[in-house]
């Protein structure tokens, strides 16, 4: 079966994205939010990750996200601890999801594709863009998010540009195009090859 990963900048539209895959009958698995139903739901994640950060990683059960996110916001040592006990649950996780599907291909949605190499694993990757500026005012409108916050969540991703050069294929989400006639393209692609 094959794995199409699809990523884009915070606010970029790759949810979206995903939607109309859906809508097609294209299973996606949003990776960042299985993440997160894991590190609360997984009793061996949970144990690991107390280990290494304390019991203050939870409140009566509940992931005590400012905790951690403050634990690993100035540590990179910290970062990669956590990601290096997260990460591979959610493959295991993935792989088995993805043995239960039986369409010609599926879609990974993360944020951070190109950023944490696990584009190096997929067979097709794809990139939504859109101008930072559009991005932001997305952001906003949908989180309530002032602009400062929505440019300091962007800092951490790399540039548009930079994702580019690596991506097999781009969806353009500036606006200026329609996505949906863009997703069917792909989708003939991917169902065809
Ligand atoms: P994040 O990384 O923050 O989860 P995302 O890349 O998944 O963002 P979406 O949530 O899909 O982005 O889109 C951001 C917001 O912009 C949403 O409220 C969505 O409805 C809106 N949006 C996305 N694409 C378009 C579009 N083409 N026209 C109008 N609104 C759009």
């Known amino acids: 079966m094959k794995v199409v990963g699809i990523t884009g900048g915070i606010g970029s539209g790759k949810t979206t994205a995903c939607?109309?895959?859906?809508?097609?009958?294209?299973?996606?698995?949003?990776?960042?939010?299985?993440?997160?139903?894991?590190?609360?739901?997984?009793?061996?994640?949970?144990?690991?990750?107390?280990?290494?950060?304390?019991?203050?990683?939870?409140?009566?059960?509940?992931?005590?996200r400012a905790y951690l996110a403050a634990q690993v916001f100035n540590s990179k040592e910290k970062l990669s601890v956590l990601n290096?006990?997260?990460?591979?649950?959610?493959?295991?996780?993935f792989d088995q999801w993805l043995e239960q599907q039986t369409s010609d291909y599926v879609?990974?949605?993360?944020?951070?594709?190109?950023?944490?190499?696990?584009?190096?694993?997929?067979?097709?990757?794809?990139?939504?863009?859109?101008?930072?500026?559009?991005r932001i005012e997305r952001v906003m409108a949908r989180d309530g998010a002032s602009e400062e916050d929505a440019l300091r969540r962007m800092k951490n991703q790399w540039t548009q540009e930079r994702k580019a050069k690596l991506a097999d294929h781009i969806l353009n989400n500036d606006g200026?195009?329609?996505l949906i006639p863009q997703v069917l393209e792909l989708h003939r692609k991917f169902s065809s090859k």
């Open 19 to 64: 939607k109309v895959f859906e809508q097609l009958g294209v299973p996606v698995y949003y990776a960042d939010n299985r993440a997160k139903e894991l590190m609360v739901n997984d009793k061996v994640l949970k144990d690991r990750i107390v280990a290494a950060f304390g019991d203050e990683a939870y409140i009566n059960g509940r992931l005590n």
């Open 176 to 178: 200026s195009e329609l």
């Open 107 to 134: 879609l990974k949605e993360a944020a951070i594709l190109f950023e944490s190499g696990a584009y190096q694993d997929v067979d097709i990757s794809v990139l939504v863009i859109a101008p930072e500026q559009l």
């Open 84 to 93: 290096g006990i997260v990460h591979p649950a959610v493959a295991d996780d």
